[in-house]
C-alpha cells in the first residue's frame, strides 16, 4: 500500500471522498471503482485498514457471525480456517481487499478527520484533516460505531495506580502471569478475554453488573479438505452461505426482534447451556439474566462459561464502591486488591460522527441535528446534508445476522443516488425532511414493539432517553428490499447550475 506521505494530495474537488477504512469504507470504494468511479479517495485515521478489526486486538476477540457470512459478497474468501474467525484473520482479509482490488493509490491512512463544511454556493464539501484540506462533491461517512470506548463513570477510576485500559486499547506489553487482574463488563468482549487470559492469570474477579444470554458457539476448525473445496468449487461455498444466512434470517421473521414462542424456546436452550456448563447452583443463580433473551445483545460462547468455574475467578455481582489506587472496593466494603484492571465496557455508539464537526445547509451542524434523536433517512442519508451519506448508520445494526449484509445494501443506494445525480445532472440531493419524518414515525412504531424495547432491559442499542438508535426491526432482506430503489420522491434534488 502506498505510505501516507507518499500519496499524492489532492488539488481538485473529489467526485467521492470515503471516511474509514473498515468493512464499510472499502466497500464503498471497490464497488466505486467497478462502476466507473475512480476519482474517489479513503481517509483513515489508523496506520492500517480494517477499521474494529485493526484497532481490537484483545486476546480472544474474534466474530460472532460465520466466516463465511461475514465477508463481501463480490470478495469472498474460500480459505476462512475456522467457522467463526479471529481478529488476526479477519484484519488480513481486510488488508488483502486492498490489493486485490487496487486501492493503495486511493487510501491514505494516518490521516484523521476534524471537520466538514457544505459549501452551498459550491456544491461541494469542505473537509479538515490533520493533513490539510480536502474537496469532494459528495461525503460518505464509513466510520462505523464501535471505536469510541464507553468509559465507565465509577468514582475513583482516575486514582487507580495500577494498570489500566480498554478492551479495545489492550496493553499487549503488559504480562498477565500470575497477576491479580479485574475485569469490568460482561459483555461480548469480556466472554471473549476472560477466558482467553484466565489459566495464566493469578486470581481474576469478573465484576458483573447484567449476565448476559449466551448460547453455544459450536466453532470448529475448518479442515484443508473443506477449503479446498471452496476453492475449487465455489457453488458450495455459496451454499454453505446461503444455509448461514437464511437460518439467522429465520431467528428474526420467527421472533428474534420481539418477544415469542420463539423468544421461551431460545431461552431454554440457553438455561440448558447454562446448567451443563455451571454445576455450582449458586454460580448458576449469579449467571442467570432477569431479562427476556434478545433484549441485550444475545453472546455466543463454548467456554466462557467453564472459564467463570475455574478456582482462580471470582464472579462479583455485588455493586462497586469506589476503584482505589490498588483495586476496587464494593459497596459492602469488602476490597479486591488488583494489578491490572480490565475496562470490557463497549463502545459510544453514537459518539463518532458526533464527535466530528460536520455543518450542512445553512449552518446545521449534525450533532444538533440529533440532539433529540440520532436518526437518518433509511440510516443511509439526512435532511438538510446534502450529498452526504453514512454506512451503518442509526438502526441499521443487527441483533440476528451479518451486518456486512447491511453494508452492501447501503453501499448499493449509495451508488444508485451517485447514478441519478449524473443522469439528471444534479449538483445536489437530500432526503426531504416530510419523507425522514415520516420513515422515523414508521421505524419508531416498529421498534416500540420490539424485544429490546419490551424485553425489560436496558442496552447500548438506546440513547439517554431509551430509544433504540442502534438496531433494525426486521430482517436484512426486508431492508435490502426497501433499498434496492431510492425513491425519488423521497429526494430534494438540486439541478447543477447553468454554465454562463
Request: charged content about 20%.
Amino acid at each position: 500500500m502506498t505510505e501516507p506521505s507518499a500519496l499524492p494530495w489532492p488539488d481538485k474537488p473529489l467526485a467521492v471522498l470515503v471516511i474509514g477504512a473498515g468493512f464499510s469504507g472499502l466497500a464503498m470504494a471497490i464497488r466505486c471503482r467497478q462502476s466507473g468511479i475512480d476519482d474517489l479517495l479513503v481517509v483513515e485515521k489508523s496506520d492500517a485498514v480494517g477499521g474494529t478489526w485493526h484497532e481490537n486486538t484483545y486476546p480472544g476477540a474474534a466474530c460472532d457471525i460465520p466466516a463465511h457470512l461475514y465477508a463481501l459478497s463480490f470478495a469472498p474468501k474460500p480459505d476462512w480456517t475456522r467457522t467463526y474467525a479471529g481478529q488476526p484473520e479477519i484484519a488480513a482479509y481486510l488488508r488483502e481487499l486492498v490489493e486485490r482490488f487496487d486501492l493503495g493509490k486511493h487510501v491514505a491512512l494516518s490521516t484523521a478527520v476534524t471537520g466538514a463544511v457544505w459549501d452551498g454556493a459550491r456544491s461541494l464539501w469542505r473537509v479538515e484533516t490533520d493533513r490539510g484540506p480536502l474537496e469532494a462533491r459528495v461525503l460518505v461517512s464509513g466510520m462505523g460505531a464501535l471505536h469510541h470506548p464507553a468509559i465507565p463513570a465509577i468514582p475513583g477510576l482516575h486514582t487507580y495506580l495500577g494498570t489500566l485500559f480498554h478492551t479495545s486499547g489492550w496493553n499487549h506489553g503488559v504480562s498477565l502471569k500470575g497477576k491479580r487482574v479485574g475485569v469490568i463488563g460482561t459483555g461480548a468482549s469480556a466472554i471473549q478475554v476472560v477466558p482467553a487470559i484466565a489459566p495464566e492469570v493469578g486470581h481474576l474477579v469478573l465484576f458483573q453488573r447484567t449476565p448476559p444470554w449466551v448460547v453455544p458457539r459450536n466453532d470448529r476448525p475448518i479442515g484443508k479438505r473443506m477449503r479446498a473445496l471452496f476453492r475449487r468449487l465455489p457453488p458450495a461455498r455459496r451454499l454453505l452461505r446461503g444455509v448461514q444466512f437464511w437460518l439467522r434470517e429465520a431467528q428474526a421473521a420467527l421472533g428474534f426482534t420481539r418477544v415469542s414462542g420463539l423468544t421461551r424456546l431460545a431461552e431454554a436452550a440457553s438455561r440448558r447451556h447454562l446448567r451443563r456448563q455451571v454445576p455450582d447452583p449458586a454460580l448458576r443463580a449469579k449467571l442467570a439474566p432477569p431479562y427476556r433473551l434478545g433484549c441485550k445483545r444475545v453472546l455466543i460462547s463454548d467456554d466462557y462459561y467453564p472459564a467463570l468455574t475455574r478456582p482462580n475467578v471470582t464472579v462479583e455481582t455485588d455493586p462497586i464502591r469506589t476503584v482505589t489506587p490498588d483495586g476496587v472496593t464494593m459497596q459492602d466494603g469488602r476490597h479486591h486488591p488488583l494489578d491490572v484492571l480490565v475496562l470490557a465496557t463497549g463502545f459510544d455508539v453514537t459518539a463518532s460522527l458526533a464527535r466530528v464537526p460536520v455543518v450542512g445547509r445553512d449552518g446545521l451542524i449534525l450533532a444538533r441535528a440529533w440532539g433529540e434523536r440520532v436518526a437518518a433517512h433509511r440510516g443511509v442519508a439526512l435532511a438538510g446534508f446534502p450529498n452526504f451519506f453514512m454506512l451503518l448508520g442509526p438502526n441499521t445494526g443487527l441483533g440476528h445476522n451479518s451486518v456486512v449484509l447491511m453494508i452492501e445494501a447501503q453501499v448499493e443506494y449509495v451508488l444508485a443516488c451517485l447514478a441519478e445525480m449524473r443522469a439528471r445532472n444534479l449538483s445536489a440531493i437530500e432526503p426531504a425532511p416530510e419523507a425522514q419524518a415520516r420513515y422515523l414515525a414508521g421505524l419508531e412504531t416498529r421498534l416500540s414493539g420490539s424485544i429490546w424495547q419490551q424485553g425489560g432491559c436496558a442496552s447500548w442499542y438506546q440513547d439517554a432517553s431509551g430509544r433504540n438508535v442502534a438496531l433494525w426491526p426486521g430482517t436484512v432482506v426486508a431492508y435490502q428490499r426497501a433499498m434496492r430503489a431510492p425513491d425519488w420522491g423521497e429526494f430534494v434534488l438540486t439541478p447543477a447550475r447553468a454554465e454562463a
